[in-house]
């Protein structure tokens, strides 16, 4: 793969994409770029397209690079003379080192991720407990007494800022505020020195509970008054936002939290909105497009990964079958760090099943379940949750990559089918 080189036409370096609307297609084999800006032209009317998007946990999980990503990616758009603005994630960093690797590599989008400042415990904390942990905490929330007994009227809903909210967002946001303040800080000293471009999302979507408005408006105040600007925050909004299906939920009650977190992004940037494990979430995208004016951002990754496995299970059955076993085999190590219910105990072994069965267990997106309760397909997680152990296997890996090289077309369209109707849904 040749290496991108800073004398290559400008069309093809990434840039930071302001409050335009924007999707990120992360791609995690580097062949999918040709499918999804196939989806980007064909139903993406004014959203920009990142096609250079990779946490630094997926590339660990991948043995990839940063620079192998954006190559990936610069030599898709080249090849396909790609001529608009387009950006490039470098998403869940923690450290300045993430920071230094990515921006070396050409990204211009930062996402920093505090989660791991964040205490995920905070809203289950009792009244002793809370006030023991806020003891502790106190030194982290300088600003605690300026908001105390405010209050923040938006057309929305009304903040108030009473001791026990504020005490449990110093506990649970306190410390993770100063770290992405400092971090946020490097980014820019970083990019004057070097001259580079760039854009800043915050990330606090990882986290178990969800982000209060009151939470909201509390970090980005905080940023505001630091002197950092975002591009764009992900909430942890309400609802279960599982790996590789549907929103699981209650839509109205959705909605109206999306209304909020908005209106606040609207009064504290603007900025966008943003939607990370965005995936295969259609049915809650008219939801962000409308709420946020066309203010938003959505990220995905792991559904290309899914849709490079249905070109396996339609042009070599077998092997698709040796992958959901091997998937199967890895599965309860893997799923740690991700938010999944599926139990592989619950579905049937490949053995059991046909060709066609096979693919609709383990990849069916649109799997109806009984009304409330959304679309779910437990088997999509089981392989989403393993790709890294796939991909690197000494196996597996270099065959589905043969696989998806000749057979470049297929997996083409199967992205383009797939992508175009997360980006319809959007407008
Ligand atoms: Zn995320």
Known sequence: MAESSPTQQATLTPEPLGLEPSFGFGDRLGSATPGHLAALREAGGAIRGIFAQQSIREMTRTSRT???????????LAAESFADKWGADADHLKTEDDVRNTMASGFVFFTLDPSGDVDQEADNYNASQLAEKFA?????????????????QLDSTTIEFNQDILSRAAVKYGKSIQATIKLAKFVESEAERLGKPFELELSVDETAQPTTAAEHYLIADQLRQAGVKLVSLAPRFVGDFEKGVDFKGDLTELEKSLQVHAEIAERMGPYKLSLHSGSDKLAMYPLLARTTKGRFHVKTAGTSYLEALRVAAHKDPAFFREIVDFSRARYDDDKATYHVSAEVDQLPVSADLNDTQVEVVYLERWCDVPAGKGFTNPGRQVLHCTFGSVVTDPNLGPRLKALLESHADVYTEVLRDHFVRHLQALR
């Open 66 to 76: 940063a620079d192998e990503v954006m190559s990936c990616a610069v030599d898709a």
């Open 136 to 152: 502790a905490a106190r030194e982290w929330a300088p600003w605690f007494d300026s908001y105390l007994g405010q209050t923040v």
